[in-house]
């Protein structure tokens, strides 16, 4: 299959796919309507049987298998796409990755299909930043492709083990920048920070299991001057469109050096885009003050009270 | 005998040593052991006697290291030298059968062993870096990153070279230059000829002759390998401001390697772990160590299924350095053979080439060797590579497929008669403001300063002339 042909592909599935998960979205409101009718009248376990009940089970479970086998399907149309090398064995780092564009599932910051690969040993997490440009992604999802520009973990980056390899690559209409870490030797207890598009991090255990962790992503912690980590021979990047995959450590020719975007996280959620700073404004205003708080609390105790 | 301070080990003459082992203690050296040569000795049968017969057979841990070198189940080889250095070559034994130790063998030249005792290889690690290693705690930029094939990463080196002939070129010349360049032609000359001479004060060389058993990797140059150059931003195409000629410019990553070998490399060391066997040994890890004042250039050579060698470059701060040399020692003292070797069974390693060492000093390809790699270790051929501007360049004949020739140290290599310089053209020197050469220099008979003949007073100290 050709890529445009996949891509056409993709563009189809998808469509499927969001209208799917929006009816998932509406059953399942309906399910919690139902349910919270169901608990005020106190006849529970009649309408758990009742035929609207059942027959939205009924749908809700189709539609969840429709959502499975779109995820199979878009599993099979991820390219392997090569985003890094690792700086101490030289290994490439290939994954399944959406590069049609964030509309993907592998973007899905809630629940990412994300295909489970063999990493190389030195692997430690993979994190990015995005230039969002032309059409957004309407899908239902919340899509996190990061800052607007370049930057690395000084956290993560300051352990003696582990260095980061910088890479540019199209993520559809967008540009996006791949930092992906890599430790030698691989300790398991480095600090982490959440992977790629999604709010977790994953550390592998001593058995071998992996335990999934949230992370602390403070923009405010991140560092988008890049120019002391190459300096330092701790940051190294590959020359865009670079079919080699070099590894390179000089600065003069470096293209991630100085660029402009926005420093805050960015979410993309059908087709409207913010930022982790305007979530907090917004918040801040809606914030309740001290009495207001007083107030609620008084009232739900009242409410509780009559129950 | 002496012991050395600091360290748990003996310094013992060679002829102490050859009578220990064949007149007293009556050992029969395997074929891999580094006392070979000392018991060579004619009077080796001869037992000590004495005093410090007695303290040597009293010794436990000494005759406990000397069984060890007398036969080692695994032996890491280093040669040291190159830069400012010259040759020198010494081996770390060991045999868990007889002691826990590794025991680390350096003949001296006025005819000392200096054997010193190790209790694992981080020890042997720490004391290689503290000895040898640089002392910047700071890491540096990997400008060689990898993967980088072995015939790129010889072109590498080269250029490192290539940039110290250009600062060299541009010093005698008096030609102070912002931007250090080479020609294409001298830079290809100039790898042949580096090749040819075996001149280890150069990086090129010293790689070649300082990595045990790097013949036997396979090596397939070709024209392509010199893109390593650009990619890496080692060097890029430029043309002279004269008469517009092709000439490769040292760019960022080649000017900061260069200046740095240039200024603070001063030697290098090449090391083999191999595995013994009854016939030998059989290298199993090889990586090459090249301090400078910046850095510990760490080069671990690997050869990958597909028969191909490559070379994986680090820049190492002195903890790394001790922390990954130990991990490679601790990889290659816990090799064994391969089944199919008559030596002790094991798997053989991915990713790591081995070959057999006879008693006649070549090398053969080990049966379980990556299949591709022993059907071209030695046959590699080599594609006549071009310049950029598609110059013809002969082809190089490659150091492995000349017949091994004995290493010899820089002082001992055949010395080419030094042109003369009164055979030399010689260009007479021009006099400062284009005087006529036969106008006498008059100088003030009062301060000694060149005046101008004509005058009546000195302009310097104003006294009259006679």
Not at chain 2, 52 to 69: C, F, H, K, N
Not at chain 2, 257 to 265: P, S
Request: aromatic share 10%; hydrophobic share 40%.
């Amino acid at each position: 299959m050709t890529q445009s042909n996949k891509s056409e592909e993709r563009t189809a599935l998808l469509k499927s796919c969001g209208e799917t998960m929006k009816l998932i979205e509406t059953l399942q409101f309906k399910r919690l309507d139902l349910k919270y009718q169901i608990i005020e009248n106190g006849e529970l376990q009649e309408a758990e049987v009742s035929p609207e009940y059942e027959k939205l089970q009924e749908d809700l479970f189709a539609a969840d298998e429709a959502y499975m086998t779109y995820c199979d399907l878009y599993t099979d149309l991820l390219p392997e796409v090569t985003l890094s090398r690792c700086p101490f064995t030289g290994e490439l780092y290939i994954l399944p990755f959406d590069s049609f564009g964030i509309d993907g599932l592998w973007w899905d910051s809630d629940e990412p299909v994300r295909p489970d690969v063999k990493l190389p040993d030195t692997f430690l997490v993979l994190t990015g930043a995005m230039h969002l440009t032309g059409k957004l992604s309407a899908m239902p999802f919340i899509a996190m492709p990061g800052p607007g520009k370049p930057y690395v973990h000084p956290s993560v980056l300051l352990q003696p083990q582990v260095k980061a390899v910088v890479m540019a690559l199209s993520v559809g209409p967008h540009t996006a920048w791949v930092i992906a870490y890599f430790a030698d030797p691989l300790q398991g207890n480095e600090v982490l920070v959440n992977e790629w598009g999604l709010d977790v991090c994953f550390h592998a255990t001593e058995n071998g299991d992996w335990i999934c962790e949230t992370a602390d992503a403070d923009p405010d912690d991140f560092d988008f001057d890049l120019a002391p980590w190459i300096q330092s021979g701790k940051l190294l990047w590959i020359a865009p469109e670079d079919a080699h995959k070099t590894l390179r450590s000089d600065l003069e020719k470096c293209p991630y050096l100085n660029l402009q975007g926005t420093e805050q996280l960015q979410y993309v959620q059908d087709g409207q885009v913010w930022t982790n700073e305007e979530t907090y404004e917004t918040m801040a205003d809606d914030a309740l003050s001290e009495t207001e708080l007083q107030e609620l609390v008084t009232r739900l105790q009242e409410g509780a009270g009559d129950e | 005998m002496s012991r050395i301070e600091g360290y748990r080990g003996y310094e013992l003459t060679r002829g102490d040593l050859a009578k220990l082992i064949v007149g007293n203690l009556k050992l029969s050296l395997s074929a891999s052991s580094p006392l070979q040569e000392i018991c060579r000795l004619a009077d080796a049968s001869v037992p000590l006697d004495g005093k410090d017969s007695a303290e040597m057979l009293g010794d436990a841990a000494l005759l406990a290291a000397v069984r060890v070198l007398a036969a080692p189940e695994h032996v890491l080889t280093q040669r040291l030298g190159g830069g400012m250095l010259a040759f020198e070559e010494s081996t770390l034994c060991q045999n868990r059968q007889v002691c826990a130790d590794f025991v680390a063998l350096h003949l001296e030249d006025e005819g000392l062993c200096l054997i010193t005792l190790f209790p694992n290889t981080e020890a042997y690690a720490t004391w290689w870096s503290t000895s040898f290693g640089t002392k910047e705690p700071l890491p540096s930029p990997n400008y060689i990153p990898p993967k980088v094939s072995l015939s790129e990463f010889l072109f590498v080196l080269h250029t490192i070279d290539a940039f110290r002939r250009a600062s060299y070129t541009s010093l005698l010349q008096y030609q102070p230059r912002n931007r250090a360049f080479i020609s294409y032609p001298e830079l290809f000359d100039s790898f042949k000829n580096a090749i040819a001479a075996r001149d280890i004060r150069w990086l090129l060389p010293s790689f070649l002759l300082l990595m045990p058993g790097l013949s036997q990797y396979p090596l397939d140059m070709a024209q392509q390998d010199m893109d390593v150059l650009t990619r890496m931003g080692l060097i890029e195409n430029g043309q002279t401001a004269g008469n517009n000629t092709d000439v490769a410019l040292f760019a960022e990553a080649g000017t900061a390697l260069g200046v740095e070998f240039t200024r603070t490399w001063m030697f290098a060391a090449g090391f083999e772990v191999a595995v013994a066997n009854a016939n030998g040994k059989v290298g199993m890890d090889h990586f090459f160590v090249a301090p400078t004042a910046m850095a510990n250039h760490f080069v671990r050579l690997e050869i990958t299924p597909d028969g191909r060698a490559w070379a994986n470059h680090q820049t190492y701060t002195p903890e790394q350095l001790i922390s990954n040399m130990a991990d490679l020692l601790d990889h290659g003292f816990s090799s064994t053979l391969p089944e199919s070797n008559p030596a002790p069974s094991g798997s053989f390693p991915t990713g790591t080439a081995a070959f057999v060492h006879t008693n006649n000093g070549q090398a053969a390809p080990l049966a379980s060797a990556p299949q591709q790699a022993q059907q071209q270790p030695l046959q590699a051929s080599f594609q006549p590579l071009q310049q950029p501007s598609q110059a013809p360049f002969q082809p190089l004949q490659q150091p492995h497929q000349a017949p091994f020739q004995p290493l010899q140290q820089p002082s001992q290599a055949p010395f080419r008669p030094l042109q003369q310089p009164s055979q030399a053209p010689f260009q007479p020197l021009q006099q400062p403001h284009q005087a006529p050469p036969s106008a006498k220099p008059v100088f003030c008979i009062h301060c000694g300063q060149l005046i101008d003949a004509t005058s009546r007073f000195c302009g310097f100290c104003g006294k009259p002339q006679a």
